[in-house]
């Protein structure tokens, strides 16, 4: 499978904190983006890091890529209440994209 | 600008019924690719279209087909539904799948086989 993996599964965090959370993949990339899911909903686009770049900022957001390990890290600072979701990579590929596992985040308030 | 719009937001059929769901890209997105959800399996491919055209197929049955029209409204359906097929379809829509753009993600269509 070309499939990546989030890691850690499931994070649990106070409110205030920073949640880190990686992605590893397997296939060469043109680019990386990032999603948040809420409860069955749709994805919501967070970010998107292309392969030539190593780290990319959006409000409390960066995303770091590290093409020789094939993987990615977010981090979300100062988390808040509302950024309890699943948070989901995507790589491109093949004209689709492969999606890992997820990670689902709950911030307590 | 309008995002993807998924229709109909829910649905629940009846096993061995046929299904029909729509999603209409952002405004000027040419490629649109389709995502069964799952617990067990997470995010599985369907397939991606572009201008019309069905240019990449997940490893899915035959069951599920779909189709792009001109203005890039996409369908996708499923026919001889089974209880296994209840699941979230997303649909997502950008520029071109092939390169460095975004892609988009609707709100989904929950569908049920009971």
């Known amino acids: 499978s070309q499939q990546g993996e989030e890691d850690p599964q499931a994070l649990s965090i106070q409110e205030g904190e920073n949640a880190t959370m990686n992605c590893s993949y397997k296939t060469s990339i043109n680019n990386l983006q990032w999603y948040r899911q809420n409860s069955g909903r749709g994805l919501v686009h967070l970010i998107l890091i292309r392969s030539n770049e190593r780290e990319k900022h959006s409000g409390r957001l960066r995303v770091t890529l590290d093409t020789s390990k094939k993987s990615s890290s977010l981090l979300i600072t100062a988390s808040r209440a509302a950024d309890t979701a699943s948070y989901f990579c995507a790589t491109d590929g093949g004209n689709q994209f492969y999606f890992g596992t997820g990670t689902s985040l709950t911030v307590i308030p | 600008k309008a995002g993807v719009t998924q229709t109909p937001r829910y649905l629940i059929k009846t096993r061995g019924q046929q299904v029909t769901l729509s999603c209409s890209p952002i405004s000027g997105h040419r490629s649109v690719s389709w995502y069964q959800q799952t617990p067990g399996q997470g995010l599985q491919f369907l397939f991606e279209y572009f201008s019309e055209t069905q240019r990449n197929k997940g490893n899915f049955p035959g069951r599920f087909s779909g189709r792009q029209f001109s203005n890039s409204r996409s369908e996708m359906n499923v026919s001889t539904l089974e209880l296994g097929d209840s699941a979230l379809y997303l649909c997502?829509?950008?520029?071109?799948?092939?390169?460095?753009?975004?892609?988009?993600f609707g709100q989904g269509t929950r569908l049920t086989v009971v």
């Open positions: 997502a829509s950008s520029l071109n799948l092939g390169a460095v753009t975004e892609a988009f």
